[in-house]
Structures are given as structure tokens and as C-alpha cells.
């Protein structure tokens, strides 16, 4: 069976370009939001079924949210770190966010916060869909434990 997942992270108020995201990538299993917009899911219209995860960024001063979530061997025996990145200082480079990868022992670290696309490491790996105001996300396809694939995309 495979697993897909809808991957956004700063969307800032494009609650347009969101609910156009999700309508084009149904069907999918789970949508993550690494943060920085949080609030614009809740205007969105998402599938019934469709797990929903988010974490609080930088800008969600108001939100509830946790600003990162640890999930251990939920998603096809995987340990998955959610997080922004702000707390992180991903801006300045990535040796902080891969020690807490290390200290949590994920296998995989999904991050927002520096507006750049990112796909890097064997174990972690470390998949950052980039800045969703100008368009960009990424798409998790599971096929088992072993094998994940990690796509950019771009909203035409």
C-alpha cells in the first residue's frame, strides 16, 4: 500500500493557493504543516480521512500548537521530527537541527522556516518543502519502511 503525504510550510496567508494545493494532490493520506500559517488550514476544505498534523512557527504567536512533534514509528515504522526550524536556527546552517535529529534519533526531519527547498541525508533525512506563499511544497510517497520518496513541487 502506498502512503502519500502533502508537505507545506509557510503559507502565510495564501489560503487560495492552499485549498488549490490539496485539490490538485487528492488523493493523499495526511497533510503536514511545518509551521509559519498554521491558521490558513483552518479555512481550508480537507478530504475526510486526511490526517491532518501541524506545528506552531515563528509568526503563529497565537496558535496552540506545539512547535514540533516527535512521531515514533507512526508513519510506516519511521521516526518523524516536525518542526518550523526556528528554534532551530536553520537559517544559519543545518548542525543544530541534525543534532536534535540525532538526539530524538528520527529518521526523518521535516522542517519549514528558511524558505528554500531542501532534500538532504541517508539517515536522517532532512526535507524541507520550501516557501508555500511563492508556491512551493513537497510530496512524501511511501511505499514501505525502506523506500520514501521526497518531491518539490511548484503550483503553476
Same mark, same amino acid.
Given at each position: 500500500?502506498?502512503?502519500?503525504?502533502?508537505? +507545506?510550510?509557510? *503559507? !502565510? /496567508?495564501? @489560503?487560495? $493557493?492552499?485549498? &488549490?494545493?490539496?485539490?490538485?494532490?487528492?488523493?493523499?493520506?495526511?497533510?503536514?504543516?511545518?509551521?509559519?500559517?498554521?491558521?490558513?488550514?483552518?479555512?481550508?476544505?480537507?478530504?475526510?480521512?486526511?490526517?491532518?498534523?501541524?506545528?506552531?512557527?515563528?509568526?503563529?504567536?497565537?496558535?496552540?500548537?506545539?512547535?514540533?512533534?516527535?512521531?515514533?514509528?507512526?508513519?510506516?515504522?519511521?521516526? +518523524?521530527?516536525? *518542526? !518550523? /526550524?526556528? @528554534?532551530? $536556527?536553520?537559517? &544559519?546552517?543545518?548542525?543544530?537541527?541534525?543534532?536534535?535529529?540525532?538526539?530524538?534519533?528520527?529518521?526523518?526531519?521535516?522542517?519549514?522556516?528558511?524558505?528554500?527547498?531542501?532534500?538532504?541525508?541517508?539517515?536522517?533525512?532532512?526535507?524541507?518543502?520550501g516557501d508555500f506563499s511563492t508556491g512551493n511544497y513537497g510530496i512524501i510517497s511511501i511505499q514501505d519502511k525502506n523506500r520514501w520518496m521526497f518531491e518539490h513541487r511548484r503550483l503553476n
Amino acid at each position: 500500500m502506498t502512503e502519500k503525504i502533502l508537505v +507545506v510550510s509557510d *503559507t !502565510h /496567508g495564501r @489560503r487560495d $493557493n492552499l485549498q &488549490s494545493c490539496i485539490d490538485i494532490n487528492y488523493p493523499f493520506d495526511m497533510i503536514i504543516h511545518c509551521g509559519d500559517g498554521v491558521k490558513d488550514l483552518r479555512g481550508a476544505h480537507v478530504p475526510d480521512g486526511v490526517i491532518i498534523l501541524a506545528v506552531a512557527g515563528n509568526t503563529d504567536i497565537y496558535s496552540s500548537l506545539d512547535e514540533e512533534l516527535f512521531l515514533t514509528e507512526i508513519i510506516e515504522g519511521k521516526n +518523524v521530527l516536525i *518542526t !518550523h /526550524g526556528h @528554534r532551530y $536556527n536553520v537559517k &544559519s546552517g543545518l548542525h543544530t537541527i541534525l543534532k536534535a535529529a540525532g538526539e530524538f534519533r528520527a529518521d526523518v526531519v521535516l522542517f519549514g522556516h528558511t524558505h528554500q527547498s531542501h532534500l538532504s541525508g541517508d539517515g536522517p533525512v532532512l526535507f524541507n518543502p520550501g516557501d508555500f506563499s511563492t508556491g512551493n511544497y513537497g510530496i512524501i510517497s511511501i511505499q514501505d519502511k525502506n523506500r520514501w520518496m521526497f518531491e518539490h513541487r511548484r503550483l503553476n
